[in-house]
């Protein structure tokens, strides 16, 4: 413990044996992982091994059976999600979470509002918070939005909606971004550009980010989290991970044997 | 009926234009429609105007079903008449233009108590406790007679303390003229709000409340803001409806007002602002006017109703903005040989169905009066089998009719929504 307290200022992101259990299933089997500040962490595992219920927990959308998770050094568990947000964590969605009836524009601006203290303020015009604006026409350009600006989110493409999805994410200025899959279901040119412009909107960031394509994973990460049946069984770099017999195992050697196969096969 | 159809959006001078002429028709309509019946009419439209309007910033722009709005527009009504009351026992002194304010702020207060229970909760919970809250009111009007006045209700006098500037509110044009300003007013009031960060987030709330959440957004509060601002305005419209008929009884919270403020809404249109201004035109058309024409008016409403759930859901100012998005595109005149046989044809409809409505309520209720009826200036034997035969034959007639044009409609439609996104994709790529 003494160990974890002294390192305790350089970390963004916490987890402190974690658990969550659903009825008699436990999901999360005390799940350990320090994240330090503007480092970026890719989260891999299995299906069904809890990478989406730990971004759950940490993000306040479900709670935890038991243990700590620290954002910044301070206790985050137990609060409710817009009160994590508001200390800076903002996560995306696997499945693309947005504002169907709004603009793209609109919906970043939504994101920006609370980051910018406007709260639930009815006695400000939205076109006059210039502040506001600015933020959201920066974020535009940097998700590659700016000719959808007005476009509802129904009638864009998938890679735009997950294009949004990331923008609506970072919009809000937070240090710490989960992204849970952002790539998945894109083409490999997609992808390619779609990770330099995560690469980018994250600079200086904290990046906890979970994804399957393992090419993905080694361009971007400075370290790898591996998550077997709720437990992180290595944390460390990539070439380190690469040759953990143990993750082989469990994990990787099987994936890398379909990517290679796939690859081939195209 | 995609969300594509409704995104077609008036540019900002149209915005101006569009607000003067409000206010202009406001300060108009009286000299256009001079005689008693009008006068009554569009007092009634501007108090409605309120009242919906601010019923649709939960049901249009917040996504919250709500059944039971007359509880705050009520009993903005009765604080009002109480405070009436009060001015003309001489204890207190009110100018009168200001008595709607006293409505709104009762309004105000009531959302902000019941309103922390109600806006607990999202989607039909809610909507099941507005229904309860709704009967918990007005059966409360039963038990406290007091403030409700029992049966009878509780009647005031509009026509008193000192005249401002020998304003009176005695004649009837004053007290529209007072209701024009306030609707005018909290229209601008309700479209700003709009525009406001709460009224974005509300917004967000109706579209996905889960992600508001992960935003920084407490949905609740956004919600119980929301519902607090839309209980003020409520009880404006309350406090006029107070100045204008001068008693108030315990309907004015029933079922029966917020069902209405419900169905109007829906009928003008609840996704775009300007809906519920024409759906409270067509609340006071129908409960004034159709009621006065035929007895089965409720019946003709629930048809109406029926027909625009099921082929207009966006209301009838979905309808227009549909339109003015293909008159953007210059593709409006393609359809109006279609509109001409649709309206000929909803016309043989209308008057089959009208005939054969009228003539089952002739017999049920008017049968002392002889067989004989009126319908449209044309004399019916209603035990003539000539005049059902006819009928049924003119339903049937009108029905296929319709059914085919409908049917060509819809083709030409989905025509012109292709070329639409055709023309769209050719701006795109250049």
């Keep these: 413990m003494s160990e974890h307290k002294a390192s305790a200022q350089g970390l963004a992101l916490e987890l402190r044996s974690v658990r969550k259990s659903f009825g008699k299933t436990e999901i999360i089997r005390g799940t350990e992982l320090a994240i330090k500040a503007g480092e970026r962490v890719a989260l891999i595992g299995p299906n069904g091994a809890g990478k989406s219920t730990l971004f759950n927990l940490i993000s306040g959308r479900l709670p935890i059976t038991s243990g700590e998770i620290l954002l910044n050094g301070k206790p985050i568990h137990g609060m409710k999600p817009y009160e994590i947000n508001r200390l800076g964590l903002a996560r995306s969605f696997q499945v693309s979470n947005l504002f169907p009836r709004l603009s793209v524009f609109e919906n970043i601006r939504c994101a920006v509002l609370w980051s910018m203290g406007e709260r639930y303020a009815f006695w400000r015009f939205l076109s006059k918070l210039d502040a506001v604006n600015q933020r959201a026409e920066e974020v535009l350009d940097k998700i590659r939005l700016r000719r959808k600006r007005d476009v509802h989110v129904t009638s864009l493409t998938y890679a735009e909606q997950r294009a949004l999805e990331v923008g609506v994410t970072i919009a809000g200025g937070g240090d710490v971004i989960l992204l849970d899959e952002p790539t998945a279901g894109m083409s490999k040119s997609e992808t390619a550009n779609f990770v330099r412009m995560i690469r980018e909107v994250t600079e200086g960031k904290t990046l906890l980010t979970v994804e399957h394509d393992m090419g993905v994973v080694f361009g971007l990460a400075d370290r790898i989290a591996v998550l077997v049946y709720g437990e992180v069984i290595a944390f460390d770099t990539p070439e380190n991970v690469r040759s953990n017999d143990r993750v082989k195992e469990a994990y990787l050697g099987s994936v890398l044997a379909q990517n290679q196969a796939a690859e081939a096969g195209v | ?430």
């Design chain 2, 1 to 430: 009926m995609t969300d594509k159809m409704y995104t077609f959006r008036p540019v900002n001078v149209g915005r101006i234009v569009l607000w003067t002429l409000f206010a202009l028709v406001l300060l108009v309509a009286p000299k256009v429609f001079t005689s008693s019946l009008s006068m009554t009419m569009l007092t009634q439209m501007g108090i409605a105007i309120i009242a919906c309007l601010s019923y649709n910033m939960l049901l249009g722009q917040g996504g919250m079903l709500s059944f039971g709005h007359a509880v705050y527009s009520g009993l903005g009504s009765f604080a009002a008449i109480h405070v009436l009351n009060k001015v003309a026992d001489g204890a207190w002194s009110v100018p009168i233009s200001l008595l709607p304010l006293v409505g709104g702020l009762a309004g105000l207060l009531v959302a902000a108590l019941l309103g922390a229970l109600t806006t607990k909760k999202s989607g039909t919970i809610f909507a099941m406790i507005t229904l309860g809250i709704g009967e918990l009111v007005f059966s409360m009007s039963l038990m406290l007679p007091e403030f409700f006045g029992g049966e009878g209700g509780i009647a005031s006098n509009r026509v008193v303390g000192e005249p401002f500037l020998g304003i009176t509110f005695g004649p009837e044009t004053e007290v529209y003229y007072l209701i024009a300003v306030y609707t005018f007013v909290c229209t601008v009031l309700m479209f700003a709000f709009t525009h406001t960060p709460l009224g974005r987030m509300l917004n967000a709330v109706r579209d996905n409340p889960e992600r508001v959440e992960f935003i920084g957004y407490d949905t609740q509060r956004v919600r119980y803001f929301a519902f607090m601002i839309a209980g003020f305005f409520a009880g404006i419209a309350g406090g006029l409806y107070t100045i204008n008929f001068e008693i108030v009884t315990a309907e004015v919270v029933g079922a029966h007002r917020s069902g209405a403020y419900l169905l109007f809404t829906f009928l003008g249109g609840a996704l775009f602002f300007f809906g519920p201004i024409i759906g409270a035109v067509m609340m006071v058309l129908a409960t004034v006017l159709l009621s006065e024409m035929t007895k089965a008016w409720l019946l003709y409403l629930g048809i109406f109703f029926l027909v625009m759930v099921m082929y207009a859901p966006g209301g009838v100012s979905g309808l227009i903005m549909m339109n003015l998005r293909l008159a953007a595109y210059g593709m409006l005149r393609r359809l109006w040989t279609s509109y001409l046989a649709l309206g000929g044809a909803l016309l043989v409809v209308l008057a089959a169905v009208g005939v054969i409505v009228e003539m089952i309520y002739h017999i049920k209720l008017n049968e002392a009066m002889g067989p004989e009826m009126t319908f449209m200036g044309a004399t019916i034997n209603t035990h003539g089998v000539d005049a059902w035969v006819g009928a049924t034959f003119l339903l049937i007639t009108g029905v296929g009719l319709f059914e085919l044009v409908r049917r060509q409609f819809v083709h030409q439609w989905g025509q012109i929504q292709e070329d639409i996104e055709a023309e769209n994709l050719r701006q795109q790529l250049h």
